[in-house]
């Protein structure tokens, strides 16, 4: 052990390396990045294409399937999301985990561009979007103000305040929402049109030519030159209203003639409060890759600066704040993993019985941990809630090199009290050095198959296993030097039994009993090893049967951070006045709970994207930190009142930082062609889910139809007259909808004009259809004349997957296991008689659960292989590793014990534990028979050694499993805010290792008993 020697014999310069070591380790960690989950990119496209005024089943014929065909043709796609709703297509493409994300968007760009030579020439640019755009921004604020209209607090905050944030150096984007955009309005009598025999595009040309600036040229004299400017843009209202449209009878027609002309609001089609009051907001976003942290306190340290210069009645207020919770969850990982290395240290100091013993070990951790964080700088990791989680998981790992030094050299000074106290430390560090590195190396290397991995686990996992892989190499460096320096300077052997060392006594008398007691129990074991065997075999099969099947399945751990929404449907058709004023009586009904702190709602927008929708709301609701253990009662209560507004869907759902990772656990897919019959198959789903126990918040994509006024035009009459389709739809588009046609300047700002018939006019069809259209020979004709009005009722929106038209059924689960519901789900939906041509799949968490957890197997058979081949390496031998190997199905007993006991489910984080637990348990087996095979080559029997070596390695197995059992309690208890992150982890490690290290004190004796022959064979044929 040259290390171990150099380090004791230059202990300046191991100091001087050490505190180096540290000093730069805690320059490190502000350089990095703060945020809740591992930077990533969700490998997600959504294309949006809007086709105003356009119903779902045209925007599904002339939008969706030629995107469709074309974006099918991508490589890596997983999946494609198809909705055509009213005036919008939007098309989700989801790629396979770890594709080249940017090369993926500019491949779908490119076939958008192919498609859009098919699409119809009304409807707009499509965008392309990606799912961080919906994530919740890293801060809102919300400005109002009691005296001011919210006309003139957008216009403050858009002009005064949104770009000082944009110069930030973590912000992205600022995006202003709430409040009133203007614009001119000119409004149309349809009557007055026919009168003066003139049509709306001639309205708009005639405006459109005289709002103009036009250079001229420029006049040169002998000396110098000038331009010429004629100035014709419009400066103020009057100038729009004197605009000649035409002469009638040599007599000049003016716009004010026929039409209204103001400067007004812009329809309204979202609105936002805070607390029930009317508020403009602010959202803010930090870049990709950046600090959420450092970002929300840049934007509030700006604020703090900038609201001296605010007028004195305009307020503003934070609406959400997302560094808030990710602090809190920091916080409290980096207190469990305190909590957890104070809970070890205990366990140390009761089996070394030295305070000043106790104090080498513990200064490992911290040695161990600000080390580590100069790798997680260097490897360009964020502290988050999974890479400190690692560093939380690893404090009980880290100190079991350290312990197993430590121990062995108290051990070997107690034996040769008078001998050469050099010597002594360092023959004693040689004889556990192999063991110790060996343990360790196991435990490292069943994170090289985490680099396997896909889909989320990839994302989420990866950060975890690189931070635990820096702490515990670092660990083995600092228990080869640090340790055996400080014990050869500090280490006491006397041991005192007065005051608290009294308890360190009475428990080293309890482990001297134990040990005894052990030591017949082995003797037992070896007399009747078949019977030792079949008791562990049946115990193992006994808790699976009667566990597992009482165990929850999810991708990832529900995480409360005190906030849930409930989002609200009315009838589709439903204006936005109703909207706002059903959201206002849930809005006001939820000020009155007491466990509510603060409400936030938008209404008219779709929960989902964000489009706008005038019959949907969402109100998001904040609860004192008091009281976020009650958020099951109070979402209950909401839930109830809902029910009183006839026609109203309301979902209530808890939500949860995992959000943008998974869908809701029922995920439905009726797949077929004929809407009317999906409908039907579609309902009766509905109906037999909603009767199962435990089902909220169902839904399903093919709602009540959208009341519309189905148009037929008269193609034979309209050809006779010289009028084409498109000159019918432009005009209809136009009186309804409006057109901007033109851009007017006032107030140091450009407002669009707009073109359409009269509020009045457009709430008529009648009305509407009086508006003219010219044919060829300038005659007007109103469109009355041109088309047949057929009231009619078409879907709400219609869903593919895969260009295969679904309905889909969407439900979450409460109070009761995921598992058990969806069995019961697929059990119903058995009974469903289909017709030829159409199929039930389950998607959603059901596929992203079956994909991670494939995945995840896959590393955990790689991992275990990886195990075995370090163990065979250092043992020489393929029998050994397979005698230790025998501890990992033993484990499962305290897995499925650990996650019932802690009432955790079986998730990603757990199968991540059970990876974990396979280069865990096989530590205390290497340690055993490690020791065993020394005995033997000193002279002893086979059971000599058995005993001897375990009744010595008892006392290092107990301390390096209670120290990593007790500092991952923390872990598993999930205590504190976004405990519940880590808590199936922490449960799988605590339930394992504890089984399998009062198993492995016997069985692995018991089997190394019985194999031995055939390593003895093996040695004689080589």
Not at 69 to 84: A, F, K, M, N
Not at 942 to 970: D, Q, Y
Request: glycine share 6%; hydrophobic share 45%.
């Amino acid at each position: 052990m040259k290390l171990t020697e150099i380090s004791i014999k230059r202990p300046v310069a191991t100091f001087l390396f050490t505190v180096t070591v540290v000093v730069l380790g805690l320059f490190s960690i502000p350089k990095i990045p703060v945020s809740f989950w591992p930077e990533f990119v969700a490998p997600v496209v959504v294309v949006l294409v809007p086709y105003p005024g356009v119903g779902p089943e045209e925007i599904e014929e002339q939008i969706a399937k030629p995107l469709e065909e074309e974006l099918s043709t991508l490589d890596d796609v997983d999946e494609i999301e198809t909705v055509s709703q009213n005036a919008v297509c939007r098309v989700m493409v989801r790629f396979e985990w770890g594709v080249d994300f940017d090369q993926a968007k500019l491949d779908v760009q490119d076939k958008i561009n192919k498609a859009r030579s098919n699409f119809p020439r009304e409807a707009l640019e499509p965008k392309i979007l990606q799912v961080q755009d919906f994530i919740p921004p890293g801060i809102q604020l919300g400005f109002y103000s009691e005296t001011r209209s919210l006309d003139e607090i957008r216009e403050f905050v858009d002009k005064k305040i949104k770009n000082q944030f944009l110069r930030l150096p973590d912000v992205a984007t600022a995006t202003l929402f709430g409040g009133y955009e203007r614009n001119v309005e000119i409004k149309i009598d349809p009557q007055k049109l026919y009168y003066y025999n003139l049509s709306l595009p001639q309205v708009a040309a005639a405006i459109a030519r005289e709002n103009l600036d036009v250079t001229a040229g420029k006049i040169k004299s002998a000396f110098n030159e000038q331009l010429l400017q004629l100035k014709g843009k419009f400066t103020n209202l009057k100038q729009i209203k004197k605009v000649i449209v035409s002469y009638r009878s040599g007599v000049p027609v003016y716009l004010q003639d026929l039409a209204e002309v103001s400067f007004t609001r812009k329809d309204r089609l979202t609105v936002s409060k805070l607390n029930g009051e009317e508020i403009v907001g602010l959202s803010i976003r930090e870049k990709s890759g950046g600090n959420t942290v450092a970002m929300v306190n840049q934007v509030r340290d700006l604020l703090a600066d900038l609201q001296p210069l605010f007028p004195p009645d305009i307020k503003v207020k934070v609406i959400e704040d997302q560094s808030i919770f990710i602090k809190k969850s920091i916080r409290n990982v980096v207190r469990n993993a305190f909590l957890g290395a104070g809970l070890a240290a205990i366990v140390i100091f009761l089996f070394l019985g030295s305070l000043r013993n106790t104090l080498v070990i513990a200064l490992s951790i911290p040695l161990s941990i600000i080390a580590t964080f100069l790798l997680i700088n260097w490897a360009g990791l964020s502290i988050n809630i999974i890479s400190l989680g690692g560093l939380a998981l690893g404090v009980g790992m880290i100190v079991d090199s350290s312990v197993v030094v430590l121990e062995n050299i108290f051990r070997h000074l107690q034996k040769n009290s008078g001998g050469n106290r050099f010597t002594t430390v360092i023959e004693a560090t040689k004889e556990v050095g192999m063991a110790i590195t060996s343990s360790t190396l196991t435990s490292i290397v069943v994170f090289l198959p985490l680099a396997f991995l896909i889909g989320l686990a990839a994302v989420l996992l990866g950060e975890l296993a690189l931070t635990v892989v820096f702490a515990l190499s670092l660990a083995i460096v600092v228990a080869l030097t640090v340790v055996p320096l400080l014990s050869y300077r500090l280490m006491r052997i006397e041991r005192e039994t007065k005051g608290l060392y009294r308890l360190a006594y009475w428990w080293q008398k309890a482990i001297e009993q134990l040990t005894q007691a052990y030591k017949k129990g082995i003797r037992w074991s070896l007399a009747h090893r078949r019977l030792t065997l079949l008791l562990a075999t049946a115990i193992l099969i006994l808790f699976v049967a009667l566990i597992a099947p009482r165990l929850d399945v999810e991708l990832l751990p529900a995480i409360n951070q005190g906030q849930f929404e409930v989002q609200l449907e009315l009838p589709v058709g439903t204006r936005l006045e109703r909207t706002m004023q059903v959201t206002d009586e849930i809005e006001a009904e939820l000020l009155k709970q007491p466990q509510v702190e603060k409400t936030f709602s938008v209404a008219g927008q779709s929960v989902r994207i964000g489009e706008n929708k005038s019959n949907s709301a969402k109100i998001t609701v904040d609860l004192k930190p008091a009281y976020f253990d009650q958020i099951e009662p109070v979402m209950a209560k909401i839930r109830t009142f809902c029910q009183k507004f006839p026609g109203l869907k309301a979902k209530v759902k808890q939500i949860d930082v995992t959000a943008g990772m998974q869908t809701q656990p029922i995920n439905v897919h009726i797949n077929g062609d004929n809407l009317e019959v999906l409908k039907i198959l579609g309902d009766s789903a509905l109906a037999r889910i909603r009767k199962i126990p435990g089902v909220v918040n169902i839904s399903s994509s093919l709602q009540e139809g959208v009341p519309e006024y189905r148009l037929i035009v008269d193609r034979l009459k309209a050809a006779d007259l010289g009028i084409s389709y498109s000159e019918i739809a432009s005009v209809l588009r136009s009186a309804v909808l409006g057109s901007p046609i033109s851009r007017f300047s006032a107030f140091g700002e450009e407002y669009d004009i707009v073109l359409r018939l009269t509020e009045e006019a457009r709430g008529n069809i009648n009305r509407v259809l009086q508006t003219p259209v010219f044919n060829r020979q300038g005659q007007a004709i109103p469109l009355n004349r041109l088309v047949k009005v057929l009231p009619d009722r078409g879907p709400g929106e219609i869903k593919h997957f895969d260009q295969q038209r679904v309905v889909q059924i969407l439900a979450d689960i409460e109070g009761r296991s995921r598992q058990a519901v969806n069995t019961e789900v697929k059990k119903t939906l058995k009974e469903l008689v289909l017709p030829a041509g159409y199929f039930i799949t389950y998607g959603g968490m059901s596929r992203g659960i079956k994909k991670s957890f494939t995945s995840l197997g896959n590393a955990l058979i790689i991992a275990i292989f990886l195990v075995y081949v370090v163990m065979g390496s250092q043992f020489n031998s393929f029998i050994h590793p397979f005698t230790i190997a025998l501890t990992i199905p033993l484990s499962i007993i305290g897995v499925l014990l650990g996650l019932f006991i802690f009432n955790a489910a079986i998730s990603t984080n757990a199968f991540l534990g059970a990876i974990m637990l396979v280069g865990i348990v096989v530590n205390n087996g290497i340690l055993l028979l490690d020791y065993i095979d020394q005995l033997r080559d000193r002279g002893l029997t086979k059971k000599e050694a058995i005993i001897e070596g375990g009744a010595t390695r008892l006392r290092p197995i107990l301390i390096t499993s209670l120290t990593t059992i007790f500092g991952m309690l923390p872990i598993a208890l999930g205590l504190g805010q976004g405990g519940e992150a880590l808590k199936p982890l922490g449960a799988v490690v605590v339930g394992g290792l504890s089984t399998s290290t009062f198993l492995t004190l016997f069985i692995i004796p018991v089997v190394y008993s019985l194999l031995d022959r055939f390593t003895k064979k093996a040695e004689f044929n080589s």
